[in-house]
């Protein structure tokens, strides 16, 4: 302990973090520890008591309609939302790392969304979307499509909300498959060429792919924690319907936690959103062990 | 070479027309932001307005809701909450890349888990204790809960690694306290890191629906995002001149930030990467 930079100085550390790890105890762990504790009892706010059921809300949950709905949504929004912005993203970061001229205005141009208020943008394509007025449909109008109200039927509500999921979210993937490329050495391709790889594609299967896959884990899985989040353009445009068609987990939790004060069944739900957290991040942190080994 | 020359026009037309479906979105929003409510009726679909009456949108929708307000709001809060948590941060991570003390491992592993788990799983518990204590609907409430930054800890950490123990070992020969060593050597060289940092909170917070609808109830504490909320739910949601001015307001700031420094966001941005 002692002869180290920094020994026998113990009561300056602790004063030094003393600040941030009240606020960790108070602010995370603390209440992480409630929420789990909560979600043992039958507590309702307002109500005159509660007791303690056990994993009984737990035992609820595959009967409850809402939370497979929620479940449910949530999982084919990631299932649509991660494969696609994800592959975007690389073809978009290829595209951009080529480019002859403009990469700048390119990188830009597609990381725009990802800086843009998602709720204010949320509000705009509610309007673009506008079954008679939006601008969207008078151009579907000009090819001869009938137009669609595609946030208003429970059929299309939930892809229209994966597309404008798509486009917030592939200029952050191309973001960091673009760190990706650069980290690829040019002698590589050199190589390539010498050994007869020199058409965009071989170079891609022989160079690019292979040593961009433990970039490619990372990104899906980041893609996939972001997508289990979706919240802001649920809660801004269509709150769950038609018809529930729309409802994801983290309206559900909102809506029975803040909406209807069940605060045993919502933590029964939060605690069930915090083990998929927990599974996507023992993932990442496997992959990124794995990265770390290739060097 | 003609072959590399046709490559490289199609690269550029297969860009500029992924560019252009990104921004047009954008593209509408200011378009509709500046056309008259009958020209918008009318459904045409031209990018300019046949007559132009200026930025009347804008002015009406500051009069319909007190959108400087909530942009005032949203600047209070994020810099309210990004001054606490490197403040709180910053210390802590020189101590655990720097000190050796007894329980160094078990806060750690307390920043490893807190790292994992968002305001959403905390949600609850906080409120209920915010609402027993009567500070729902408060700046207060809306900064307290950020002020300890996992992610803070854990990028300063990182960085502070990097500094040679040397240096701070000269320092201490020359006879420079804890605190001045700190304050002279560790806090310029925090400054890289912290403004990557800054502008990964700023954008987090700024754009941060679920915490503020949930402890907010007051229409002049409205962030930017609980702003658009009223001004949709309210009169103004289907006078949509009006609407995309109002969004055009709320996302400008940031936007125009992004626009003067696009390469510290996308380093900032891209840092949050590791948080998920």
């Excluded at chain 2, 252009?20 to 009318?42: G, Q, R």
């Amino acid at each position: 302990m002692t002869g180290k930079p920094g020994g026998g100085r113990g009561w300056l550390a602790w004063l030094l973090i003393a600040p941030a790890v009240l606020g960790l105890v108070l602010f995370v762990l603390g209440p992480t520890i409630a929420v789990a504790v909560m979600s043992l009892t039958d507590w309702q706010l307002g109500a005159a008591e509660a007791a303690f059921v056990g994993l009984d809300n737990y035992a609820a949950l595959p009967g409850d309609r809402v939370f497979r709905i929620a479940l449910a949504n949530t999982l084919v929004y990631g299932a649509i939302v991660t494969p696609v912005s994800v592959l975007l993203g690389l073809g978009l970061a290829l595209l951009v790392e080529g480019a002859p001229a403009g990469r700048t205005f390119f990188r830009s141009a597609f990381f725009l969304p990802v800086v843009s208020t998602t709720v204010a943008m949320a509000v705009v394509w509610e309007f673009l979307l506008h079954p008679s007025m939006g601008p969207a449909n008078l151009l579907l109008g000009t090819l001869g499509i009938a137009p669609q109200n595609f946030l208003g039927h429970a059929g299309t509500v939930l892809p229209t909300l994966a597309a404008i999921g798509i486009w917030e979210n592939a200029g952050f993937n191309m973001v960091l498959f673009l760190a990706g490329l650069k980290s690829i050495p040019r002698e590589l391709y050199q190589a390539a060429a010498v050994d007869g790889a020199d058409r965009p594609w071989e170079r891609f299967w022989t160079v690019t792919f292979p040593l961009l896959g433990p970039t490619l884990l990372f990104v899906v899985v980041i893609a996939l924690l972001r997508s289990f989040k979706v919240f802001e353009t649920v809660a801004a445009i269509t709150q769950g319907g038609p018809r529930r068609a729309s409802e994801v987990l983290l309206y559900t939790i909102y809506q029975e936690g803040f909406g209807f004060f069940r605060i045993g069944h919502a933590s029964a739900l939060t605690m069930v959103f915090l083990a998929g957290l927990l599974v996507l991040a023992l993932v990442q942190i496997r992959l990124l062990d794995r990265r770390v080994h290739y060097r | 070479m003609s072959r590399g020359w046709a490559a490289a026009a199609l690269r550029l037309a297969v860009l500029g027309l992924a560019a252009a479906i990104f921004l047009l979105p954008f593209v509408w929003m200011v378009s509709f932001s500046i056309k008259p409510a009958d020209e918008i009726f009318t459904g045409r679909l031209d990018l300019l307005p046949s007559s132009f009456e200026g930025f009347l949108n804008y002015a009406r929708a500051l009069e319909l809701r007190p959108l400087h307000r909530y942009l005032l709001n949203g600047v209070v809060v994020c810099a309210a909450i990004l001054f606490f948590q490197i403040l709180f941060a910053a210390p802590c991570a020189y101590a655990l890349a720097k000190l050796r003390f007894r329980g160094r491992e078990l806060v750690f592993g307390l920043v490893l888990f807190a790292l994992l788990v968002p305001i959403q799983v905390t949600a609850i518990p906080i409120f209920l204790v915010f609402s027993t204590a009567g500070l729902l609907d408060s700046y207060f409430a809306l900064v307290a809960p950020f002020t300890a930054s996992a992610f803070a800890i854990f990028l300063f950490r990182q960085f502070y690694r990097t500094i040679p123990d040397d240096l701070i070992h000269a320092a201490r020969i020359d006879g420079c306290s804890e605190l001045s060593i700190v304050w002279r050597i560790i806090v310029p060289l925090t400054l890289p890191a912290a403004t990557a940092f800054a502008i990964f909170s700023v954008v987090a917070h700024w754009n941060d629906l679920f915490w503020p609808l949930i402890v907010i109830r007051s229409p002049e504490l409205n962030t930017p995002p609980l702003g658009v909320m009223a001004f949709r739910s309210g009169e103004a949601g289907d006078r949509y001149g009006e609407l995309m001015a109002g969004a055009v307001i709320i996302t400008a700031p940031l936007v125009a930030a992004f626009l003067l420094a696009q390469r510290k966001f996308i380093e900032g941005i891209s840092l949050g990467a590791v948080k998920g």
